[in-house]
């Protein structure tokens, strides 16, 4: 059994391997010529009469396009100590976009042409995965994320679903998200083994290792 690391497409799913392993799933952002020039035009235009605004522009075009795909989910905190109050509550990401990265691209807006292609090319070699998992049967479970994908992207769902699978949330996530599944790829790796064993293993490691942004097991 060929235990090489293979790339899947989002329409190649069901040539993954029907075999134990692991995978990791991997979103490659995308900003269309058409938005790209839009997004140019707008900067150039407000500049010189509006800065503040071309730079408010800029931020909102940043989180909109790129970073609330991967913006983490807040947190439940406790903070307590003996004889202190006790207080619990949620921790937002607090996801800032440099100063100095929105002052640039008002200045030169053009500079978003080489953003975009960098981000084009920049997965797996430069981003981290959106989830890593395991399967007795790569193909199997793979197919199950791309079905229950395509079930949240449909139904919109604003709250998690109430199965609580990893499954589950992962797929709820990537609907939530608005990721387009098109911009989905998986890499899988197959064991040697003829059960799950070493493959939990290595994907208890990885996960401590490399923080999917979607899902931890």
């Known amino acids: 059994m060929s235990t090489e690391i293979q ?39 407000m500049r010189e009469a509006d800065r503040g605004g071309a730079e408010r522009s800029a931020r909102i075009m940043l989180d909109e396009r790129i970073f609330r795909h991967f913006r983490e989910e807040p947190y439940q905190a406790v903070v307590e ?58 193909r199997t479970r793979l197919g199950a994320h791309k079905s229950l994908i395509e079930k949240y992207r449909l139904l919109r769902l604003k709250e998690v679903p109430r199965i609580r699978s990893s499954d589950a949330g992962f797929a709820w996530q990537v609907a939530k998200r608005q990721i387009s599944p098109d911009r989905l790829f998986v890499f899988t790796y197959t064991t040697e083994a003829k059960d799950d064993a070493i493959a939990v293993d290595i994907e208890n490691v990885l996960n401590r290792l490399y923080y999917p942004i979607l899902g931890r097991n």
Do not use: C
């Not at 899947?8 to 900003?31: F, M």
């Not at 100095?100 to 500079?111: A, E, K, T």
């Open 7 to 45: 790339k899947h497409l989002w329409v190649d799913l069901a040539g993954a391997p029907a075999a134990p392993g692991i995978y990791a799933w991997y979103y490659s952002p995308q900003i269309t010529d058409f938005d790209l020039d839009q997004m140019i035009g707008n900067l150039k235009l």
């Open 81 to 138: 100590g003996p004889l202190k109050p006790a207080f619990r509550g949620e921790l937002e990401h607090v996801f800032e976009v440099s100063e100095g990265l929105v002052s640039r691209l008002v200045d030169d807006p053009d500079r978003l042409r080489a953003i975009r292609d960098i981000l084009n090319k920049s997965a797996p070699m430069f981003a981290s995965p959106l989830y890593i998992g395991m399967s007795v049967n790569l």
